[in-house]
C-alpha cells in the first residue's frame, strides 16, 4: 500500500510559476514509476507527466513539454513537478500517482497507475 499526499498548488496569474509536491509513505520510493495527472472542469482525467523509479527517464504530455519538468528525489520519498510559463489552460486538480511495487517504467496511461493522492487545486487566472 502507498499513501501519497500533493501539496503546492494555489493561484498564479498566467505567466507564472508552482511547483507541486507529492509525498509519498508505505514501502519502498524508488521500485516504482510516479505520475502527475490533471482534471479540469468538466473534462477527463488526462496525463500531464511522469518519471521513472530511478528517476533517469521521463515523459511529457505535449501541451506541457518545455515548460513542466518532473522531478523525484528517492531520499525524501518525494516527487516534484514545476510549472513554469502556466497558462489559463493548465487550471486543473492536480494528482500525484503511483504505480505498483516493481513498476518502475514511466507509462502515460491512467489505468497503469494503483495509488492516488486527493488532489491539489492550480488555477491559473488570465
Known amino acids: 500500500q502507498v499513501q501519497l499526499v500533493e501539496s503546492g498548488g494555489g493561484l498564479v496569474e498566467a505567466g507564472g510559476s508552482l511547483r507541486l509536491s507529492c509525498a509519498a509513505s508505505?514501502?519502498?520510493?524508488?521500485?516504482?514509476?510516479m505520475g502527475w495527472f490533471r482534471q479540469a472542469p468538466g473534462k477527463e482525467r488526462e496525463f500531464v507527466a511522469a518519471?521513472?523509479?530511478?528517476?533517469?527517464?521521463?515523459n511529457y504530455a505535449d501541451s506541457v513539454k518545455g515548460r513542466f519538468t518532473i522531478s523525484r528525489d528517492n531520499t525524501k520519498n518525494t516527487v516534484y513537478l514545476q510549472m513554469n510559463s502556466l497558462k489559463p489552460d493548465d487550471t486543473a486538480v492536480y494528482y500525484c500517482?503511483?504505480?505498483?511495487?516493481?513498476?518502475?517504467?514511466?507509462?502515460?496511461?491512467?489505468?497503469?497507475?494503483?495509488?492516488w493522492g486527493q488532489g491539489t487545486q492550480v488555477t491559473v487566472s488570465s
Open positions: 518519471i521513472s523509479g530511478s528517476g533517469d527517464s521521463t
Open positions: 500517482a503511483a504505480r505498483s511495487a516493481g513498476r518502475t517504467i514511466a507509462g502515460r496511461t491512467i489505468g497503469l497507475y494503483d495509488y
Open positions: 508505505g514501502r519502498t520510493f524508488g521500485n516504482y514509476a
